[in-house]
């Protein structure tokens, strides 16, 4: 398009932000006003889309990092003829898929944005995918606000995204200097932005984003720089086009108060169609593939599952193309290295920035890539909104956590994850595993790969005994009954390290006439329910014990789940119910009560109650 | 100390780090190593601090952000004379107070570290505190990694310290260039950490980190500098002086194979004495106080419980001189704009960086000042890992989020908090409190003041009738019986928004004559076990309703708390079951069977059932 119709189209962005917004009488229009230009002179001479063909791999990528400008969006997806304009007026309604905030109910939507900070870093993630998995000329492009920018996770993808000379990233700064309640701290200094981005490493092209010869201009220049990732800086105006909201204060996500008037000042309704060009037809690259071989253990043999997840990992990226890993500077205590090591091509260190490692996995997900992040469980957490808005973006992850619990020993309660099955198994479509030995790491491994939603796998820091033999199957939702017997008189459901200490208690319970049932509940969600109930019927009396803080762990999910079937049983449960500190793993589990001692002294305890009627 | 003094008492450090990590048989000697000289000249001639007053507000601070580097920091207190040889060398073993990574068990500990990247932004709210509320002279002194420059939340701390023009922090960089398991994305380019924070705003000094000569000339012209943060970039060695370790990779966290010889090469063991100077006696600033006057809302009005949030919180900052308020940029939505306001020099923006906000909390705190820090619910889950290395820290902390559940509409799940009960109750020494309305909002804030942990107050968007008269008194650990007869059929346990979609229910109810009691559980954690176990008894059902997922919120809290007194019920939990969507609330509220309707319906369901033997 030339200018002037870049202008209009620019206009008809504007007009359709003010229509959306007075339709739901909620958004953000002044948000989306200030990147139209922007946004114009993309879709028209720059994007390469299949619209009809979303999941093409050869389609660029467009992120609205500033989510909250939705109505721009989706204005573009009117122009480009993906939805009529009836469908846009539906914004914001019940039932309709043109959400508040985008998400990928919009099959034009690869990730959800809406949580500010996260577009950028996910942005990096599609562009590795891009660049050295798929090998495809595709670009990506991220419409960034500059509030945002205060998000330290930006500043993680300025840093990662310039160490992968990612020349196939395009950030578009939309610097129109007003956040939610005031100014941001930089103002629309523009050379500050362009000092820091430069100092990261970027290509920094500075210009006013609204007049669209330049913006086409740079966009230009940004396609053609090769070896790192450019940043256009756009000096906007929020509200640009209508008095009554320009540059204002107070207009941050609201509808304006006029929008006839409004509309009328930008010119009218506008029906400009923008044939969005499509990619040129190539092929995606692929791994070559052998058969999948898992690794093998012996029954009685002591090793970690953080090492049986790294050979179990690396094993089925042997046998899966698709399979990627993820890092954060911790991989020779996760043993992701082995993967390294294995499948350098396909493996990414992400160095000490669990938020760029998790956004990075989305955007990998998000192009269909398979990929496994790794770090500390406990540095989880340090992603956790991350993990939170990865279930509303609908991609598959697999997260690998390591040195859970008290049973890490000397590093000290930092080192600790002890609130990371509670927070894990809070967020929708997550699958929580905790393993107890190598070989059912390994099945666990295999299975996530091909599982739904946000699969966690928590794994330990100390060697555990083999006790299952390599060729036991394990699902997601199974459990295993690893002691019974028809006179059990308590259950213990245990799960990882603390299975171990449950069999050593039941060994000992048995010598003084107890009947202990033990329960591993390596799945914590989805929970093996009816195996739960049946002991429970049969024995009445349940004790649960785990690695975790008491709230929201093991215990609490098995409450739940025999609350759900309406089931009944004396439920004790055993747990970290102090903060811990440094010590030998032995000392510490014993300090908390949770070793072999602790669960027999409660089975003693437990059985010596009177059972309620049942 | 003069030069050849200071190169003494940096290699005592280094072979009290040896000997400690050979003590314990682990622990980060290398890393301890590389940065020896820069505490040695540090504590020798230019901290000031009061180890007999650690509390005192004119002492300047010490935080290792490279917390695995504690053998350093326990050398230094060692040679200070506050722990003895044998103490220092009790390092990581159970029951010492000298952990794997620093704590606050040590008195001149202020915040836990060992969750890289928080060393830097608590200090941003150190030097806050010191700047702007006590008004004193004291400095803050940040030792950091180059590893942990990858985590965004540094660049968050670069950016706010240097917008508040924190003059009175330095951050120490040990560039070492060598990570956990290989080199940094930067390398020993020092020149590039130079133009980033220079760009951020800092004042940059770049030294050899072994020169103590040149280490005291930065620490001199660092304090000297006025209107900006300093940070001196310090080239260094990791496991300096002991050649078989000396910038070699694979000696991360590991202890010395031979430190008897590398304590030999490093000149033996030393017992130099330092005597830290003493800060200026002085006395921190106050802030006048009056009577405290809280807001009062009559019965049957409108009023969002955040809006009831921060007029509480204002009228509390009246009345305490202590009480600090930090906003994400969103105080015109969580009102704590009420609070910034009326007292501007107790309130500080902190944008739109969750992470630095906590931090700056934390440092708050620890400088014992009582912050309330809020934004969305949603977002709170952006700074998990601060939350819960502030627990570790043994801070009191404030946190408001507002937005809570699916009763926000239209903005659609990336601005839901959904997640926030269970993963802020799994956290160490948390409340969890969600009133339902304004009068109890402004009692719960009050009694938030004087809590002891991390206490979270979960408010809403939407207005809600006031059914609390002003006067009434609500405390943590309460719950309100709201409606209640002798015949009550079964109980409703709810909990902010749904209390009112509870008392409908139960009118309708019981027009059909089917009594439901009514619980208001306004404090989730600590829970009112008792009352919950009198309603069970009374009427063998409980229903809980909650606007959250169905995993470790309000439900899950009420069968734990059951199960804890071995209390028997049939208990069944309304939540939030799927991924919601933009649309009305109360449409949401009815999609999820979370709204009157749903939970009466649910009771008729329940009271059909034939109860168990009880």
Redesign the interface.
């Known amino acids: 398009m030339d200018a002037q119709q870049l202008r209009e189209l620019g206009q008809q962005f504007r007009v359709d932000s003010i229509r959306c917004a007075a339709a739901?009488k909620?958004?953000h229009p002044t948000s989306g006003m200030s990147g139209a230009d922007l946004m114009a002179v993309l879709v028209a001479n720059h994007y390469r889309y299949d619209f009809e063909h979303p999941k093409r791999p050869e389609n660029d990528r467009l992120i609205f990092s500033k989510?909250h400008a939705s109505t721009l969006l989706y204005a573009i997806f009117r122009a480009a003829g993906a939805i009529t304009d009836e469908e846009m007026l539906r914004y914001?309604?019940?039932?309709?898929f043109l959400?508040?905030?985008p998400?990928p109910?919009i099959p034009w939507v690869d990730v959800?944005?809406?949580?500010?900070?996260q577009g950028l870093p996910i942005g990096v993630g599609m562009a590795l995918a891009a660049k050295y998995l798929d090998r495809l000329p595709s670009r990506v492009w991220v419409l960034c606000g500059d509030?945002?920018l205060?998000?330290?996770?930006?500043?993680?993808a300025f840093?990662h995204a310039s160490?992968y000379e990612l020349d196939n990233l395009t950030a578009i700064l939309d610097v129109n200097r007003l956040?939610?309640?005031?100014e941001?701290?930089v103002g629309w200094d523009l050379d500050?932005y362009r000092?820091?981005m430069?100092?990261?490493g970027w290509e920094t092209i500075e210009i006013d984003g609204h007049d669209v010869e330049a913006i086409d201009r740079a966009y230009t220049e940004a396609a053609g720089t090769t070896g790192k990732p450019t940043v256009v800086i756009a000096r906007t105006i929020k509200g640009k086009g209508v008095k009554a909201v320009e540059n204002q204060p107070g207009w941050h996500g609201k509808p304006l108060d006029n929008p006839e008037a409004a509309i009328e000042e930008l010119g009218g309704i506008r029906n400009i169609r923008v044939d969005v060009a499509k990619p040129e037809p190539a092929q995606a690259h692929t791994f070559p593939t052998q058969a999948l071989e898992l690794p093998r253990y012996e029954l009685g043999d002591e090793v970690a599952t953080r090492k049986a997840y790294g050979e179990a990992l690396s094993a089925l990226g042997a046998a899966r193309g698709d399979v990627v890993a993820l890092d954060g500077?911790?991989?020779?205590?996760t043993f992701a290295?082995i993967f390294g090591k294995a499948h350098p091509d396909r493996y990414f260190?992400m160095?000490?920035?669990?938020?760029?490692m998790l956004a990075a996995a989305v955007g990998l997900s998000a192009r269909k890539w398979n990929p496994f992040a790794s770090t500390f469980a406990?540095?989880l957490?340090?992603a956790?909104?991350f993990i939170?808005?990865a279930?509303?973006s609908?991609v598959n992850l697999r997260l690998a956590g390591s040195h859970a619990g008290v049973s890490i020993?000397?590093?000290?309660?930092?080192?600790m994850a002890?609130?990371d099955i509670?927070?894990l198994?809070?967020?929708?479509?997550s699958i929580v595993l905790q393993p107890c030995d190598a070989n059912q790491t390994a099945k666990l491994v295999t299975a996530m790969a091909d599982a739904d939603g946000i699969a966690f796998l928590r794994t330990l820091r100390p060697n555990t005994p083999v006790i299952y033999d390599a060729d036991e199957a394990f699902e997601i939702g199974g459990s295993r009954v690893l002691r019974s017997t028809v006179t059990d008189d308590v259950t213990i459901v245990a799960s990882g390290v603390t299975v171990h200490e449950a069999l050593k208690a039941a060994e000992t319970l048995a010598e003084e006439d107890i009947g202990a049932r033990v329960i591993d509940l390596y799945s914590i969600?989805p929970i093996d329910a009816e195996t739960i109930r049946t002991a429970a019927e049969a024995t009445g009396r349940i004790i649960t014990v785990e690695d975790h803080?008491?709230?929201?762990?093991v215990?609490?999910?098995v409450?739940?789940a025999l609350?759900?079937l309406?089931a009944?049983a004396?439920?004790?449960?055993l747990a970290v119910t102090?903060?811990p500190?440094?010590?030998?793993p032995a000392?510490?589990l014993a300090?908390f009560g949770i070793d072999a001692d602790g669960i027999a002294d409660a089975a003693r305890q437990l059985v010596r109650?009177p059972i309620?009627?049942?």
């Not at 914001?92 to 309709?96: E, I, T």
């Not at 959800?112 to 900070?117: F, N």
């Not at 803080?549 to 762990?553: F, R, S, T």
């Not at 500190?581 to 030998?584: A, L, P, R």
Request: no cysteine; glycine share 14%.
């Open positions: 739901a909620s958004g989510g914001r309604q019940f039932g309709s959400e508040g905030h998400t109910r959800a944005t809406g949580s500010l900070g509030s945002e205060a998000e330290g996770s930006q500043w993680e840093e160490h956040g939610q309640r005031g941001t701290m500050v000092d820091r430069h100092a990261f500077e911790v991989s020779n205590s290295e260190e160095y000490i920035a669990e938020q760029q406990a540095f957490s340090r956790y909104d939170r808005m279930a509303i609908r020993g000397e590093d000290g309660p930092s080192q002890l609130e509670a927070s198994r809070a967020v929708h479509s969600k803080y008491p709230e929201g762990g215990g609490d999910a409450l739940a609350a759900e309406g009944e004396r439920v004790v449960k102090d903060m500190h440094s010590g030998k000392e510490l300090a109650e309620a009627a049942s």
